[in-house]
């Protein structure tokens, strides 16, 4: 999943960038409001944390100015301000999830978390389901009978990626935006690579390939 950090502590975001990687996430991380302002038009974001206190342009504004443009991803508000009108502001901006600092990372990958669920309409827990498959998101493990199948970094954020969009044709190219952050791994064939990786442990049918189109997760037939 893809996802945007806009923070302007370098601090919080070089320990929170690390953990959200680890997660699964593929990370932008922006520190201006300004540029925050026209990152949905640039890529295509599954989430967004939003700190409220950045230069340029205050939070709530790039927030409000996200939601009149369309952009319905779920976001996350950071902020010290422990008001209550403060956070009743964000909400009504069109903030999913309010968050006071100082948090602990975990809380946060939580939260993102049921977010992500909520906005899919999946069940709540650490298991997910979906088509006779089940991924258990906290060890990165696909889940069977015979007990887990351990998962690497990039073979998790894929089969998340696939199975929060099950049935649904996705190309290579939203593929690659969605599930990668690194220009390293963006190479002409990683997709196929690791379709493939994920087929070995899946079995062959559970993604299929849609020739000139992309790929679709129909997970195991009863």
Known sequence: MRLL?????????????PQLRSEGYACDWLVDGRDALAAPGVDDYDIAVLDLGLPG?????????????????????LTARDRWTDR??????????????????????????ALLRRSNASPAGAQLTVLGITLDETAQAICTA????????????????????????????????????????????VVEVYVSKLREKLGRDAIETRRGQGYCFVGQRA
């Open 5 to 17: 950090l806009v923070e302007d502590s370098v601090a919080l975001a070089d320990e929170l960038l």
């Open 57 to 77: 342009m205050g939070g709530l504004e790039v927030l409000a100015a996200w939601r009149r443009a369309g952009h319905r991803f779920p976001v996350l508000v």
């Open 88 to 113: 009743i502001a964000g909400l009504d901006a069109g903030a999913d999830d309010y968050l006071g600092k100082p948090f602990h990372p975990r809380e946060l990958a939580l939260r993102l978390r």
């Open 146 to 189: 015979a007990g887990n199948v351990s998962l690497t970094a990039a073979e998790f954020r894929l089969l998340r990626y696939f199975m929060l969009n099950p049935g649904r044709l996705l190309s290579r190219s939203q593929l690659q935006d969605h599930v990668y952050d690194h220009a390293s791994e963006r190479q002409s064939n």
